[in-house]
């Protein structure tokens, strides 16, 4: 298989070139084009109820679609559902951690799985479910916004918005707790946070979906001062 990723960072595009027999599985929605020899068969999972149903702890949806060329090689695109990159990453027998939606495609035999985020972020009420994309082959990871890689050395520390992180490797120790108190949450507009220390390399993105969506809540007519009139016509009556 070979994967090449094209309209970098803003509008990542993934073209997948697989030999007769080979598949790729992939988050749904995220196809964008296959050639004739492409099948997809939609599937919940590998190992049956019990991992889907930790893949929807996980917040990934319970059903994902595979694709594998028949009766020759062939190509398919796949695409993120939001504008940002896309991360090709290659594992060799390792764990990979990505947050709730990060998850856009992988080789089959990639065991996808959900781990909760250990105690402390369980008492922080971030409820921090990460996946576990564990095994040999091939990961693509979707980001909104531009992707950032943060390289720590043994015992050292970096703080990201939770909103923000996309992935980190499994020698990273990581931890989840709010900024301050709920006075300094409200007035510092920030909320949950998560530590990492190394060593290994963390992942976050540029842009916050949380936060996005907010500002295009607001930003609509009948969620300002208007009292829920969608037109504004009351400022002029």
Same mark, same amino acid.
Not at 32 to 50: A, K, M, N, Q, Y
Not at 74 to 81: D, K, S, V, Y
Not at 116 to 135: E, V
Not at 218 to 227: E, R
């Given at each position: ?18 030999? $007769? &027999?080979?598949?790729? +599985? *992939?988050? =749904?929605?995220?196809?964008?084009? #296959? ?5 997809? %068969? @939609? ?29 020759? $090689? &062939?190509?398919?695109? +796949? *695409?993120? =559902?939001?504008?940002?990159?896309? #991360? ?5 027998? %390792? @764990? ?34 990460? +996946? *576990? ?77 949380d936060s996005f969506t907010s500002a295009i809540a607001d930003a609509l007519p009948g969620t300002g001062d208007n009292d829920g009139d ?8």
């Amino acid at each position: 298989m070979n994967i090449e990723l094209t309209h970098k960072p803003s509008y990542t595009h993934v073209r997948a070139d697989l030999d $007769s &027999g080979e598949s790729i +599985l *992939a988050e =749904p929605g995220a196809m964008v084009s #296959h050639s004739p020899t492409i099948e997809i %068969e @939609t599937t919940t999972s590998r190992d049956g109820l019990l991992s889907s149903a930790k893949s929807m702890l996980g917040g990934e949806s319970l059903l994902a679609n595979e694709f594998t060329a028949r009766g020759g $090689s &062939g190509t398919l695109t +796949l *695409a993120p =559902p939001t504008p940002g990159d896309v #991360h090709h990453h290659e594992l060799t027998g %390792e @764990t990979l951690y990505a947050v709730d939606g990060a998850f856009l495609a992988a080789d089959p035999d990639i065991d996808i799985d959900s781990e909760f985020g250990g105690i402390k972020s369980l008492l922080a009420g971030a409820s921090i479910t990460p +996946l *576990a994309l564990k095994g040999t082959g091939n990961v693509l990871i979707e980001a909104f916004g531009g992707l950032e890689t943060v390289e720590l050395d043994a015992g050292e520390s970096y703080t990201i918005d939770n909103d923000h992180v996309v992935a980190w490797e499994e020698s990273v120790n990581f931890d989840a707790h709010r900024v301050g108190g709920l006075k300094s949450t409200l007035l510092s507009g920030e909320g949950l946070v998560m530590d990492f220390t190394g060593p290994g390399t963390v992942w976050y993105q540029t842009r916050g979906l949380d936060s996005f969506t907010s500002a295009i809540a607001d930003a609509l007519p009948g969620t300002g001062d208007n009292d829920g009139d969608a037109t504004g016509l009351d400022d002029f009556i």
